[in-house]
């Protein structure tokens, strides 16, 4: 089992910056990949960005590629997603998610909610006009 905390989330200009974390606890994270959705009202949830733990390699949804940065802190077994020029759009509920991953399999196969096991609670992002 893992269990996901998330936090950082909030009220922000539009063209503001947040950063989110996700504290992760259980079990080591060596073979796991964690990432980010996030489901606006009436939505679907949707990807954001992916992370392969060992390693470190990424892959992004394209609506936030060039503004988001998703990264590791091994030592604290956290996840981050540095979110910048943040756009009405991006308000949504934001929701870590992790998974075994096998070494060979592209992070970008990796993109539905069915592909994560584990999901945080959620943090709400708002971004105004």
């Known amino acids: 089992q893992v269990q996901l905390v998330e936090s950082g989330g909030g009220l922000v200009q539009a063209g503001g910056s947040l950063r989110l974390s996700c504290a992760a606890a259980?079990?080591?994270?060596?073979?796991?990949?964690m990432g980010w959705f996030r489901q606006a009202p009436g939505k679907e949830r949707e990807f954001v960005a992916t992370?392969?733990?060992?390693?470190?390699?990424?892959y992004y949804a394209d609506s936030v590629k060039g503004r988001f940065t998703i990264s590791r802190d091994n030592a604290k077994n956290t996840v981050y997603l540095q979110m910048n020029s943040l756009r009405p759009e991006d308000t949504a509920v934001y929701y870590c998610?992790?998974?075994?991953?096998?070494?060979?399999?592209?992070?970008?196969?990796?993109?539905?909610?069915?592909?994560?096991?584990?999901w945080g609670q959620g943090t709400q992002v708002t971004v105004s006009s």
């Open positions: 998610v992790a998974d075994t991953v096998g070494p060979r399999r592209s992070l970008s196969r990796l993109t539905r909610p069915g592909d994560y096991s584990y």
């Open positions: 259980g079990r080591t994270l060596s073979g796991y990949a």
């Open positions: 992370i392969r733990w060992s390693g470190g390699a990424t």
